[in-house]
Structures are given as C-alpha cells and as structure tokens.
T-cell receptor
Framework: QKEVEQNSGPLSVPEGAIASLNCTYS??????FFWYRQYSGKSPELIMS????GDKEDGRFTAQLNKASQYVSLLIRDSQPSDSATYLC????????????FGTGTRLQVTL | GAVVSQHPSWVICKSGTSVKIECRSL??????MFWYRQFPKQSLMLMAT?????????EQGVEKDKFLINHASLTLSTLTVTSAHPEDSSFYIC??????????FGPGTRLTVT
C-alpha cells in the first residue's frame, strides 16, 4: 500500500463547476497535510495546509480532512481554465524525519 | 508565503563537467532545505535533506559523491552535480520551511547534459 494515494486522472470538469480532488494516506498518526499545485514545467506551489479535522476555506479552495477515515480532499469552486494543473497531496508522516511524502498527483483539466 | 529562489533557472553543460545549483531562502532562515529531482511526467523524488552546518542526509539510491550538497548558511544551500552525464538531465527543485510544517519550493533548475 502506498503511503499517500491519489487518482492520477485526468479529472475533467467544465468551467464554473466544482472540482473535487481526493487523497488517502496510510499513517493514522499523521498530523499535517498539504495541497500543492504544479503547472507543467514549473515547480510545486503550496495552496493549502490543513491540520485539524473539518473544512478549511481559502478563496475558491476548500480543504477537507477526516483523520478517522485517513482522507483529505481539495475542492475548487468556480473552476477556471487557469486551474488546469497537477494537484499534489502531501503528508508529513510520523517517523520520517520531517520529510513530506507526496502522492503522484491528480491532473485536473478545466474545459471551456 | 515564504520565498525560495534558485539559480540558475536552466543550464546546459557538457558530459563530464560539474554544475552547481544554488538555493536561497529570501525572507526566512532555514536550518533544513530539501533537494528534489523530477523527470518528465514523473513524481517528485526527494534526493537529500540539507542541514545547515552538518552533512546532508541522502535518500536511498542517491550517490552522495555525485550530488554534493553544501548548506553553508541559514539561507543558502548548494547542489553540485559532479561529472554530469546525459542521464542526469532533469528538473532539480529545492525547498525549505520557514517554520515547522509548511514547505515552499524554489522555481527549479532545468539541467540538460549534452
């Protein structure tokens, strides 16, 4: 079982719709979770961090964390073509000397 | 968010030469920096953790004598690819944390070895 799992996609959503990106992780004790956006040919950009169960909203982005289910998700409201990118879920796993563990990423395509 | 810079943004070198890549934290101090490599259409791969004032910690399978890391100050880490070969051509990205958790990436350096 991979430590951090994401569906590779592509996930295709029409402009204006809600994009829902999902991530599961294996370490029940993990406390810190992150979403990064990576455009093709560019480096990852941190867009959300979440540490507590529930929802955290920042503009059009909402991160949701359910530690009991070991599940973290990212919702993008009013999706725009500029949101088309690969979204990486990252988890700070316990016992990994503070190293982030990344999922393989979900490619999001927002269509006109 | 915190700002991490890298220099150069791209470099072309001949096989057998060495290339140095700099990573700087511009608005915070970083006792720890991380070096990643990413091949086209593949995931980020952590190469090593750079520790200020001490030796870097390399991931399994990464040759420490080929990828030399120096973390000379709280704002600067360098990665030197020694005796580069075409298979070392990749996108090299550094990152750092201003605090305990959130990690910010530099813009990356694209290395092409001819």
């Amino acid at each position: 079982q991979k430590e951090v799992e994401q569906n590779s996609g592509p996930l295709s959503v029409p402009e204006g719709a809600i994009a829902s990106l999902n991530c599961t992780y294996s370490d029940r004790v993990s406390q810190s979770f992150f979403w990064y956006r990576q455009y093709s040919g560019k480096s990852p950009e941190l867009i959300m961090s979440i540490y507590s169960n529930g929802d955290k909203e920042d503009g059009r982005f909402t991160a949701q964390l359910n530690k009991a289910s070991q599940y973290v998700s990212l919702l993008i409201r009013d999706s725009q073509p500029s949101d088309s990118a690969t979204y990486l879920c990252a988890v700070l796993l316990t016992g990994t000397a503070s190293k982030l563990t990344f999922g393989t990423g979900t490619r999001l395509q927002v269509t006109l | 968010g915190a700002v991490v810079s890298q220099h150069p943004s791209w470099v072309i070198c001949k096989s057998g030469t060495s290339v140095k890549i700099e990573c700087r934290s511009l608005d915070f101090q970083a006792t720890t920096m991380f070096w990643y490599r990413q091949f086209p259409k593949q995931s980020l791969m952590l190469m090593a953790t750079s520790n200020e004032g001490s030796k870097a910690t390399y991931e399994q399978g990464v040759e420490k004598d080929k990828f030399l890391i120096n973390h000379a100050s709280l704002t600067l880490s360098t990665l030197t690819v020694t005796s580069a070969h075409p298979e070392d051509s990749s996108f090299y990205i550094c990152s750092a944390r201003p605090g305990a958790y959130e990690q910010y990436f530099g813009p990356g350096t694209r290395l092409t070895v001819t």
